[in-house]
């Protein structure tokens, strides 16, 4: 009987994965929503993890470059990644980029005014990465 369930959670798991990468944190909520044991949970995830089917790495790499062609900054990155699951020396790796560059590609075909400012910080860059990349594309235009 756990053979079976075992193998039902993998099942369940892997169309799951099918529309997209998940994270560890998101595949166990999912198989615990589904109403299989902890023990359960925990062997499908190990195995799924061992096969390469799981890996928060790729998934906080994948997340965070879908994020950034958005238009999407460090803050809100980093938030979203918290939510799912993910440890915080991966998102670091993840979010160690250079914000500048990815700031004036946004900047590129946008006006430069403070309605700008305010659309990138909301998008989670930061104020001082803001300033800098103005500082630098009045510089270098």
Do not use: C
């Not at 109403?35 to 790499?61: I, R, S």
């Not at 075909?109 to 803001?130: E, N, P, V």
Request: aromatic share 10%.
């Amino acid at each position: 009987m756990i053979d079976e369930e075992l193998e039902m959670a993998k099942r369940q798991t892997l169309h799951f994965l099918s529309f997209r990468l998940r994270s560890v944190a998101e595949v166990k909520a999912f198989l615990s929503k589904k109403n299989h044991p902890p023990e359960t949970v925990q062997k499908a995830v190990d195995e799924l993890l061992e096969h390469k089917f799981l890996d928060d790495q790729a998934f906080a790499n994948w997340w965070a470059g879908s994020r950034i062609k958005q238009g999407w900054g460090q803050i809100k990155i980093k938030s979203e990644l918290k939510m799912k699951g993910i440890d915080e020396e991966i998102i670091s790796s993840v979010i160690a980029r250079d914000w500048g560059k990815i700031i004036k590609e946004e900047l590129k075909d946008r006006d430069r005014s403070l309605k700008i400012r305010q659309w990138l910080a909301g998008r989670g860059f930061t104020y001082s990465q803001i300033n800098r990349a103005f500082d630098d594309f009045t510089i270098n235009g």
